[in-house]
């Protein structure tokens, strides 16, 4: 099913925080994952595809049924959220059975389906057991369960797995994507995890003060961005203004680097966008854009070590990535530096 955004503005009494005039789609069985920064509207968007918040402007749908005055209960959607929110009072098989009962299915019925879903999550051995007896992560398994339990029409995600551990949380990233894409939910992530939005999303989309700045696939998000706001939220850059000199040179001021200029004309102020991988150290004598320089701080991350690489006249260091340091010289291919409007 699908779940329709139009022209959705909301602003909270009192304030200018809220959403203005955001639309998208999500598609059938379709992930999508919102990010931007703390009060861009993430949280505020979810809520409003639940019906925790009311009073917007603009239309939301699912599978066409427009959501307005529909009651929370009445509206099919399952949730996951941050804190688990699982009843302690309740085993875990009644905890995925919980929406179930509401629906007033026969007891045999819901211990059957909770049975299924809890064999899916792998946690079939623990249906007897109260949830303070789980860890973190088996608990918000328990929670997805629940959510898949009722057939939910659209799944809402709210940072599912901001509260586990880093050792727990790639796993569990995993399985709850695999699970997404087995049932086929049609599913709205919000998270402050890009990595994670990244690695499970379909589309991500970006908010900032309330507004969609751009909706695209994760590589597209990451590689071309179009704005510099998109581009400094998304991954790790090194941001660089400056002016086209002619077809395919750009003057930085420090230095003239072959770039592909597209349809930008000498003299029209840029930013350039380069990512630290695409960064290459002590590159052969006459490659193109070669810069000279000095490396500065490093940090050690195991399977790559990032590092400030310094460059004489350069506003800012240069960020970079790899096995090893530079140790006099950078350089970065043209097709790797992309160019922003200023």
Do not use: W
């Amino acid at each position: 099913m699908s779940l329709t955004f139009q022209n959705v503005s909301y602003r909270y009494p009192g304030s200018q925080q809220g959403l203005h005039e955001v639309s998208f789609d999500i598609g059938p069985g379709e992930l999508v994952a919102v990010i931007g920064p703390s009060g861009s509207g993430k949280s505020t968007l979810l809520k409003l595809v639940a019906g925790l918040e009311t009073g917007y402007q603009g239309r939301i749908a699912l599978a066409g049924q427009d959501m307005a005055g529909t009651p929370v209960h009445q509206r099919g959607i399952g949730m996951v959220f941050q804190t688990y929110a699982l009843f302690p009072h309740l085993s875990v098989r009644d905890n995925v059975a919980y929406g179930l009962a509401l629906r007033k299915m026969s007891t045999a019925q819901r211990h059957a389906r909770a049975a299924e879903l809890l064999e899916v999550v792998g946690l079939s051995d623990f249906a007897q057991r109260g949830v303070h007896q789980l860890s973190g992560g088996q608990q918000q398994r328990v929670a997805l369960a629940r959510a898949l339990a009722i057939d939910p029409r659209a799944l809402l995600l709210d940072e599912p797995l901001s509260a586990l551990d880093a050792s727990v949380r790639g796993h569990l990233r995993d399985q709850i994507r695999a699970l997404q894409q087995q049932f086929g939910a049609t599913t709205l992530l919000v998270t402050h995890d890009q990595e994670e939005a990244l690695a499970m999303a379909d589309r991500v989309a970006v908010l900032k003060e309330g507004r969609l700045l751009q909706i695209a696939t994760p590589k597209d998000i990451y590689e071309m961005p179009n704005c510099r706001a998109v581009a400094e939220f998304v991954g790790l850059s090194t941001m660089l203004e400056g002016q086209v000199a002619s077809g395919g040179r750009v003057d930085f001021g420090f230095a003239e680097l072959s770039v592909p200029t597209g349809s930008y004309r000498p003299g029209q102020k840029v930013h350039a966008l380069i990512r630290p991988e695409h960064i290459e150290p002590d590159p052969q004598p006459g490659q193109t854009n070669t810069l000279q320089g000095r490396p500065g701080a490093s940090r050690y991350l195991g399977s790559l070590t990032r590092y400030d690489f310094a460059v004489e006249g350069a506003p800012r260091a240069f960020l970079a990535e790899g096995r090893q340091p530079a140790r006099q010289a950078i350089a970065i291919a043209p097709e790797h530096i992309r160019l922003l409007d200023a």
